[in-house]
């Protein structure tokens, strides 16, 4: 049974992940594969290994990595080689395959149009931020932690 | 007068000059479309032009509204609060034109599209 991990940087801000639950979501909507699962390299949750494991868990005997990286840097040649060379050795059973990265694509132009003829005035700037402390973890890391931004602190500070 | 629209696009640079190339070849493609007469990439760090420098050439060249849109992934504190201070800057120093923020890229469902070829090419190869 195939899985999918789609591997990504990770970031100290709350809510950073957003962007790829749903592309994991509609992944999974689609069928791709059997299992969809997210894993991060550094500070969000879950760990590379640990999204691995649960594809393991489920029953996975190939795991399809695929970066979430516009340019295959460091990270992908560097670093995600290590990764899949450290969970190859603890499950050698299973087979991994890494895909490549995002890069060049055509789609990207038309992602690019779109978002630009509906882009929003200056009131919804701040969108984003508010979508992120809707997912306040309360954590020291990041960037929103005690500022007035962050639902957590800031809440305390008000009360 | 009539309006004059200039696309934006808002990149995150690097040390590595070769990390922009596909990224410029994604804009050929836009600019091939003629949907904007005026399109300049910008540069949060490492790469010039810097944002700024990005936005005045925008005015520079007519512009009479700034669409931009985050060449981005994810909503780290780039997306989610650098790039919209920069543009708050931009309108001080241009109050005459219209600037208007667009979704960063990861947010489209055509990255989906994107990933899913990728899986896909992975399970056949």
Known sequence: MDAVVLFSHGSLLCGAGLALEAHAARLRARGVAPIVEVGYLNYSEPPFTEAVERCVRQGAD?????????????????????????????????????????????????????????????????????????????????????????????????? | MSRKDALLVMVHGSPRPTANEEMFRVVEVVKRRGVFPIIVVGFLECNAPSIPEAIDQCVAQGATRLLAVPYFLHTGTHVAADLPALLEQGRERHPDVEFRLGDYLGRSERLTDILEARIRDCQNR
Request: some cysteine; hydrophobic content about 45%; proline content about 9%.
């Open chain 1, 62 to 159: 190939r795991i399809i990595v695929a970066p979430y990286f516009l340019v295959p840097g460091k990270f992908v040649r560097t670093d995600l080689p290590q990764a899949v060379a450290a969970v190859q050795a603890a499950y050698p059973e299973v087979a991994f395959a890494v895909a490549e990265a995002i890069g060049f694509d055509a789609l990207l132009a038309d992602a690019l149009i779109a978002s630009a003829l509906d882009a929003a005035a200056p009131e919804r700037w701040h969108d984003d931020l508010r979508r992120s402390t809707d997912h306040c973890r309360n954590r020291p890391e990041c960037p929103l932690y005690d500022t007035p931004e962050c639902p957590h602190t800031g809440t305390q500070r008000a009360a």
